[in-house]
């Protein structure tokens, strides 16, 4: 121990004394330069940290709907890009969901607008049907017992036969306004499902007329809602022309997927007096017209197949196609 107190003696005692003086000099000045090393340090991280809270306090507005929030700019380089490139962000951002909103009340009023002149469309077909027929019908029945009155007394065999007419017209015209009534039944999907929904329909059809109705659906069909509508719009129509013109006591509908489930099938069968399928065509009939736009929609096809007095077929068959594992149309 005592060789090294000498070693150390003789070592310091050799360097110079500048040196010597330099060297405790930098001894003194560490625990200064660890200071102000901690000191700005300190200070240099807080604001870093600062800087940083203030990004997620702009997240955090952006996310939460404050879309007006940017951040301030900064001389800092690093901060300053990232200042820079989330004030880009939240600019397009509140440009988008301006633009959204935008299209959103476009959007809105298209529907809206497409509702009124869908409302005024039907409003029109119904006075049109309301003249066609129904009038027509009431027309017929006051013009025939005015000439009732006439013919009671002095012919009374034409009149039994003008009372016959009467009896006919008044039945044609309540069958027009009960197959009215069934085409205004409103839509109600929304509240039940599409198996329900067509039961109801055939009681109400029951309801109005003296028929058998058999309806045959399928248990978990799994149609698109859009499907469903449109099918159940094209069913009104066709049980509204049954209950019109057929004059039917037996009604059958079947709806049913095809082997490969790429379709659903509809058919619905009457035994009433039938019709011109020529004719009809010829007439532009409104119901025929009506469906085929619908299944035009849907990219389905429909045929009728109908003879006097031997009934008529409605067939329908509707495509199910499937987009991301979901059926669509």
Request: overall charge neutral.
């Amino acid at each position: 121990m005592a060789l090294l107190v000498v070693l150390l003696f003789i070592s310091f005692s050799s360097i110079p004394l500048t040196s010597l003086i330099l060297f405790q000099v930098s001894l003194a000045c560490i625990p200064l330069t660890l200071f102000l090393s901690t000191f700005f340090g300190y200070f240099l991280t807080k604001n870093i940290r600062k800087r940083l809270e203030e990004v997620s306090f702009a997240a955090k507005n952006l996310a939460y709907g404050n879309l007006t929030h940017r951040l301030p700019y900064t001389d800092d380089r690093e901060i300053g890009e990232i200042a820079l490139s989330f004030n880009e962000m939240a600019d397009r951002i509140e440009q988008q969901v301006r633009e959204l909103q935008r299209l959103a009340a476009e959007n809105e009023a298209l529907i809206n607008q497409a509702k009124a002149a869908a409302v005024t469309e039907e409003r029109q077909r119904l006075a049109r049907d309301l003249h066609d027929a129904v009038s027509q019908q009431l027309f017929a029945i006051s013009m025939t017992s005015a000439t009732l009155n006439r013919l009671i007394t002095k012919e009374p065999q034409k009149a039994i036969s003008l009372v016959t007419n009467i009896e006919e017209s008044a039945r044609k015209a309540q069958a027009e306004m009960r197959a009215l009534l069934l085409q205004l039944r409103p839509v109600t999907l929304e509240k039940e499902d599409f198996h329900t929904a067509i039961i109801n329909l055939g009681k109400e059809l029951m309801g109005k007329q003296i028929i058998d109705c058999e309806i045959d659906i399928q248990e978990n069909l799994q149609l698109s809602m859009h499907i469903e509508n449109q099918l159940y719009r094209i069913l009104q129509e066709g049980f509204s022309n049954i209950l019109r013109h057929a004059q039917a006591t037996k009604l059958k509908l079947t709806i049913r997927k095809n082997s490969d489930q790429t379709a659903v099938h509809c058919k619905l069968e009457d035994n009433g007096i039938g019709f011109s399928i020529d004719d009809a065509n010829s007439k532009t009939s409104y119901g025929m017209k009506s469906i085929r736009e619908r299944i035009a929609q849907l990219g389905g096809t429909v045929n009728w197949l109908s003879y006097p007095d031997k009934g008529t077929v409605l067939d329908v068959m509707i495509p199910i196609t499937k987009q991301r594992g979901s059926e669509v149309n």
